[in-house]
Antibody, heavy 119, light 110 residues
Framework: EVQVVESGGGLVQPGESLRLSCVAS????????MGWVRQAPGKGLEWIGRVRLKTDRYNTLYAASMGGRFTISRDDSKASAYLHINSLKIEDTAVYYC??????????WGQGTLVTVSS | QSALTQPPSASGSPGQSVTISCTGS?????????VSWYQQLPGKAPKLIIYEVTKRPSGVPDRFSGSKSGNTASLTVSGLQAEDEADYYCSSCGDIDNIVFGRGTKLSVL
């Protein structure tokens, strides 16, 4: 059974940093790009970016709208992916989903972790 | 790159067919064979139901079908069932290897 489990969300203040984690099982983690998608309350899905494979030197790509504050990484030995967000803004409040990516489609999703940015 | 355009809402009666459109540009949908559709039930994570424009993952009923013409992709749900009531999102590859989502369509089964 495939499982993707995110953690690390919570209430943070504007300007702070945060690292989200996800751990996956049930599929060959090292063979999949891993990405993050977020969903603000009552809003649609927004692609954040991806980290490619070891053979791609773990190259990353981010949506232009993310503004350079997001960093995605992975640790294949732990079947884990990470999202680091700097200088959090109120508009970053959202559920953050960790996903596997395969040819621009997201096969496996976590349940999401809620990040609330508020003073 | 702007979000793909979807109608905010769609509806149909049980047993009917409904089609949801997803309009982009020649920089994404029009030049990409990697259009996907996701179903999101209330309070749940999205679920892949269509990929590469027309393909269905294992376990997805054949009531769900996808197509594309020019810059517009479409999802058709045939034989509507109450359990199909959900939000539906399209996505496409973009011109710089990125991925762009549609704004989402809320499907109501009357």
């Amino acid at each position: 059974e495939v499982q993707v489990v995110e953690s690390g969300g919570g209430l943070v203040q504007p300007g702070e940093s945060l690292r989200l984690s996800c751990v996956a099982s049930g599929f060959t983690f090292s063979a999949y790009y891993m990405g993050w998608v977020r969903q603000a309350p009552g809003k649609g899905l927004e692609w954040i970016g991806r980290v490619r494979l070891k053979t791609d030197r773990y190259n990353t790509l981010y949506a232009a709208s993310m503004g350079g504050r997001f960093t995605i990484s992975r640790d294949d030995s732990k079947a884990s992916a990470y999202l680091h967000i700097n200088s959090l803004k109120i508009e970053d409040t959202a559920v953050y989903y960790c996903t596997s990516e395969n040819w621009y489609r997201f096969d496996y999703w976590g349940q999401g972790t809620l990040v609330t940015v508020s003073s | 790159q702007s979000a793909l355009t979807q109608p905010p809402s769609a509806s149909g009666s049980p047993g009917q067919s409904v089609t949801i459109s997803c309009t982009g540009s020649s920089n994404d949908v029009g030049d990409c064979n990697y259009v996907s559709w996701y179903q999101q039930l209330p309070g749940k994570a999205p679920k892949l139901i269509i990929y590469e424009v027309t393909k269905r993952p294992s376990g997805v009923p054949d009531r769900f079908s996808g197509s594309k013409s020019g810059n517009t992709a479409s999802l058709t749900v045939s034989g509507l069932q109450a359990e199909d009531e959900a939000d539906y999102y399209c996505s496409s590859c973009g011109d710089i290897d990125n991925i762009v989502f549609g704004r989402g369509t809320k499907l109501s089964v009357l």
